[in-house]
């Protein structure tokens, strides 16, 4: 992702969405543009009922569990009055200015597989105490095609990599490069982009 987002760059935009291709917007309604600080906008997904999910086994360290009371008052539905404890999620669809994104230095280069990176990107942009915007929850819906649901790559690992973010956003991420875009096809609605990222190190399956 910190491969596209450097070309994105030199294609002189200011904003950038991250957005998973097995979710599709449900609402033409939705605003695909970025705001003055970083939008959710993937947050109510068809197969979580359109909620913002509560997940219990979040791996909240004390640092983000700080944060999460700090911008508590962003994270409730705007029905039934849900309570996201889960407060850095922002997976599936995230738009986010060009700025923003240098600031919380990009996305981690050291998830692999499945699972994990987008946790740590919540966890910067409230680490710079950023407000996580979200769409109106009954505009902003979105369905997930159906697949197999793979998992974590190797959980326990990513839960101590997360319980760090916070400091490892200082080194790790678009600053460092760790890629190689070894060619670029220009499609008539976008770019494909091959990407050598290398090979995972031990303990990644």
Same mark, same amino acid.
């Given at each position: !992702?910190?491969?596209?987002? &450097?070309?994105? $760059?030199?294609? @002189? ?5 991250? %957005? ?8 033409? @309604? ?9 939008? %959710? ?17 979040s791996?909240? &360290?004390? !640092?983000? #569990? ?5 911008? =508590? ?7 039934k009055?849900? #309570?996201?404890?889960?407060? $850095?999620?922002? *997976?599936?669809? =995230? ?14 280069? $050291?998830?692999w597989?499945?699972?994990? $990176? ?9 680490? /710079?105490?950023?407000?996580? +915007?979200?769409?109106?929850?009954l ?5 997930? /095609?159906? %697949? ?16 760090? &973010? ?10 460092? #490069? ?7 096809? +220009? @499609?008539? /609605? ?6 050598d990222? *290398? ?7």
């Open positions: !992702m910190n491969a596209a987002f &450097s070309f994105a $760059e030199k294609l @002189r935009v200011n904003c950038v969405i991250f %957005h998973d291709v097995d979710m599709f917007p449900a609402d033409d @309604r939705i605003n695909y543009g970025c705001p003055d600080t970083p939008r %959710h906008i993937g947050a109510y997904v068809n197969t979580l009922g359109y909620r913002l999910a509560l997940l219990v086994n791996p909240l &360290s004390d !640092m983000n #569990l700080k944060l999460c009371i700090k911008h =508590l008052f962003t994270y409730f539905c705007h029905f009055l849900y #309570l996201l404890m889960y407060a $850095e999620i922002v *997976g599936g669809v =995230l738009a986010i200015r060009m700025n923003h994104f240098h600031a919380v230095n990009g996305f981690s280069n $050291e998830f597989g499945w699972g994990g $990176e987008d946790d740590d990107m919540g966890i910067r942009i409230l680490t /710079l105490n950023m407000t996580i +915007e979200r769409p109106d929850a505009i902003g819906r979105y369905v997930m /095609l159906r %697949h197999i649901k793979r998992k974590d790559s190797n959980n326990q690992l990513i839960k101590r990599m997360l319980k760090a &973010s916070h400091i490892r956003m200082q080194w790790d991420g678009v600053k460092k #490069l760790t890629w190689t875009i070894l060619q670029v096809v +220009e @499609r008539p /609605l976008y770019y494909h982009l091959y990407v990222v *290398g090979r995972p190190p031990p303990g990644w399956h």
